[in-house]
């Protein structure tokens, strides 16, 4: 069932408020605010994975990169718990990125105490931005160091000709003999949701108000493919997008016949036997928010 909170009223919203535990399995909290925190909280959102990704200009040192992955291992962690949330987060070099392969090969060569880190449940996000040789070298590096740590992957299908990066995708994760129960082929469309679905990887899907998928669309999606190895997330990062995306989600499915466990295997069930892959995910769903009176920098 959904209820109304009335705490949700100050964003100008009729917002629905679910009463069954969320996990958000992808979202860039970097790019959000600590309103978002507090509303996630109160729609029911008690855990996150926040997939490294690009910061709105190229990087030109590994150095930044760097920075970046313990801002968001660290810092983000700490400002989540704030409002009730359990944080965690992957680290990778973003295919929107992975065009040089000098900075490429320095940023992977320093990584491992990243990956390391007690917050990293998985390595990601990669794969494809333009399908290009370098991306492709990227993304095959990437691969191999999650293998060998024997991490759960997140692949980026592309924004543009998003199925045959999806086909390549696929091409080499099968040619690189992975294990295929540890990767999400992640932002899958209904064109690219034949690809993903003929491999025995997760199968990731991206709701935004205007691009990507449409609550209905994945309550239709689920409807055709199922929702077995099946995992919906709001992405949230600078564009027009909604830290809330998977509360619509429920709302809609809910309104769309769907029974609640399969809503549940879509929005929690499955995004936990995902990162349970990786040891150092043990959320901690019972967080309660901070007085902000009490919040120390």
């Known amino acids: 069932m959904i209820d109304r909170d009335p705490r949700l009223a100050w964003r100008g919203l009729s917002l629905k408020v679910c009463n069954m535990t969320i996990i958000e399995p992808h979202i860039h909290m970097y790019s959000r605010t600590t309103d978002d925190y507090q509303a996630m909280y109160a729609a029911g959102i008690r855990a996150c994975v926040e997939p490294s990704f690009w910061l709105g200009s190229n990087r030109r040192y590994a150095g930044t990169f760097f920075d970046y992955f313990r801002l968001i291992l660290e810092f983000e962690t700490v400002r989540s ?26 940023v992977l060569a320093g990584m491992g105490e990243y990956l390391d880190h007690q917050r990293c449940v998985a390595l990601g996000e ?20 999650a293998a060998a740590r024997e991490m759960p992957i997140i692949v980026h299908t592309p924004h543009v000709d998003k199925l045959r990066g999806t086909k390549r995708i696929v091409e080499i994760v099968r040619a690189e003999g992975l294990d295929q129960g540890k990767i ?3 932002h899958n469309t209904e064109e690219t ?14 709701v935004y108000p205007i691009s990507k998928l449409t609550p209905q669309r ?17 992405s949230a990062d600078w564009g027009i997008s909604d830290p809330l995306s ?52």
């Open 218 to 234: 994945v309550s239709d999606i689920i409807r055709t493919f199922g929702s077995d190895r099946m995992i919906v997330n709001g």
């Open 81 to 106: 718990r704030r409002f009730g949330i359990d944080h965690y987060a992957t680290v990778a070099v973003n295919p929107k990125e992975a065009d040089d392969p000098g900075l490429v090969d320095e």
């Open 193 to 206: 949701m034949p690809v993903a679905r003929a491999t025995d990887c997760w199968c990731g899907m991206t």
């Open 126 to 145: 990669i794969g494809f931005n333009n399908i290009t040789a370098n991306e492709e070298r990227a993304f095959v590096q990437q691969l191999h160091i």
């Open 246 to 297: 998977l509360v619509k989600v429920v709302d809609t499915m809910q309104g769309d016949g769907h029974d609640e466990q399969t809503i549940s295997r879509l929005v929690f069930d499955n995004a936990t036997a995902f990162y349970s892959q990786s040891p150092n995910w043990q959320p901690d769903f019972d967080i309660q928010p901070m007085d902000p009176r009490e919040f120390q920098r």
């Open 184 to 186: 999400i082929i992640d």
